[in-house]
């Protein structure tokens, strides 16, 4: 009887064993599994940011800077969709409905992005004393805003194209009194059928608008009194 009794005692304390055992593998795996989740070869996938960015090279040093006037001119950004105050790429499919690159994302917000390249490319031209934001609350001259109203990768033709169109408005902030408006309108040609080329297509689409803006704002501020 006393036998029995020692060998149900030691079957017993090698079953508590083998789980305890069986427990401790688990826990271990568990914890592998998840160092492998941190590692860099994770394959989750990845966010990609793109910069908007004006692809006009400075004028060298050498060129004579033009004669400044002793305006200051502001600079605000807007957007006429809540759609693209966001950080998020939006392409088409149809032409008609919108949608967010799931892992895509700009930077910054296109408008104030916008705003930025423009106060940067006026500022260059020198024809301002001084070209800044609107948020910096000094007082000013001339009034831009820019109203951003479509920046869309549009993959319903072929090639795709990035669609841009901004809204500028040149206000006499003395006044308050509308100088001049103008809708510009630019379609670049994608050079592959994704996010990178969205966006690089968008860098030339708003580098051209830029192009165009910086003399309109010229003549327009040059008619006032």
Known sequence: ???????????????????????????LGGLL????????????????????????????STTPAPARSSRVL???SSTSQA????????????????????FANWSERPPQSLATLAETRLSRVG???????ST???????????RLNEL??????????????VTADLVDWRTRELVARRVFVGAVAVASRDS???????????????????PWVESNAARLK
């Open 1 to 27: 009887m006393k036998a029995f009794a020692l060998a149900l005692c030691h079957d017993k304390r090698a079953a508590i064993s083998k789980a305890m055992h069986t427990l401790a593998l688990v826990f």
């Open 33 to 60: 599994a998840g160092c492998s989740s941190l590692s860099i070869t994770n394959s989750s996938p990845k966010i990609d940011y793109f910069v908007l960015q004006d692809l006009a090279l400075p004028a060298p």
């Open 74 to 76: 502001l600079i605000a």
């Open 83 to 102: 759609l693209f105050d966001s950080e998020r790429m939006v392409f088409t499919k149809d032409g008609i409905s919108r949608s967010y690159y799931q």
């Open 127 to 133: 024809s301002f004393r001084a070209v800044t934001q």
């Open 136 to 146: 910096a609350g000094v007082k000013a001259d001339l009034l831009l805003t820019l």
């Open 152 to 165: 869309t990768h549009d993959d319903s033709v072929s090639p795709g194209v990035m669609r841009l169109e």
């Open 196 to 214: 990178i080329g969205g966006a690089q297509a968008a860098n030339r689409a708003i580098t051209t608008m830029l192009d165009d803006l910086s």
